[in-house]
């Protein structure tokens, strides 16, 4: 691996968040062209060794190194600030494909569970809760973007968040079907 290719892996793990093309050129002193080819070349070699990480595009030419999706219902409990329970990540997932959403039409929807849910999430950054009367509109944020892989733009996002969240939420109701299997 080049010397140039080792420090792009070693400041998107060192970054721990999505990079821009134009930071990665600038701190291997090549044309954004150049790193894009380099960046590519990286994420290729990480998807052919089939390990835990990967390097992705995101959109607007952002890049970051991450935990395959896959893996994070088994790890999750070592994640910084924990996981996402399986309800906490069905009230995300409701809230990403009908925002903006009143915080009072959520409960009514799915219950005042959901009042914990929405604290929870905003305290991890993936929804912003902007007050509106006496209740509050509810959106999700760039970094709920980032962490799922999904577009930013609105209507990309909710197109690609039916597809992937169904494999995503599927996988963390076994794994707490098979948590509560192994307690009982």
Do not use: W
Request: net charge positive; glycine share 6%; proline share 4%.
């Amino acid at each position: 691996m080049s010397e140039d290719m080792l420090t792009l892996e070693s400041a998107l793990y060192a970054g721990g968040r999505a990079l821009t093309l134009q930071e990665l050129a600038e701190l291997i002193g090549k044309a954004e062209s150049t790193t894009k080819k380099l960046l590519e070349n990286l994420g290729f070699a990480y998807s052919k060794r089939k390990g835990a990480l990967e390097v992705i595009a995101l959109p607007r030419e952002r890049y970051v190194m991450q935990l395959k999706p896959e893996l994070t219902p088994r790890v999750g409990r070592l994640i910084p600030g924990g996981l996402l329970s399986f309800a906490t990540l069905q009230t995300l997932v409701f809230i990403a494909l009908k925002q903006p959403i009143v915080q009072s039409d959520l409960v009514s929807q799915r219950g005042t569970h959901c009042y914990d849910h929405v604290r929870d999430l905003v305290e991890k950054k993936f929804v912003d809760a902007t007050p509106e009367g006496r209740s509050k509109i509810l959106k999700t944020t760039p970094l709920f973007a980032d962490y799922f892989g999904l577009d930013q733009d609105r209507i990309k996002l909710k197109a690609q968040l039916k597809f992937k969240m169904k494999k995503v939420l599927e996988e963390q109701r076994q794994t707490e079907e098979a948590v509560a299997r192994s307690v009982l």
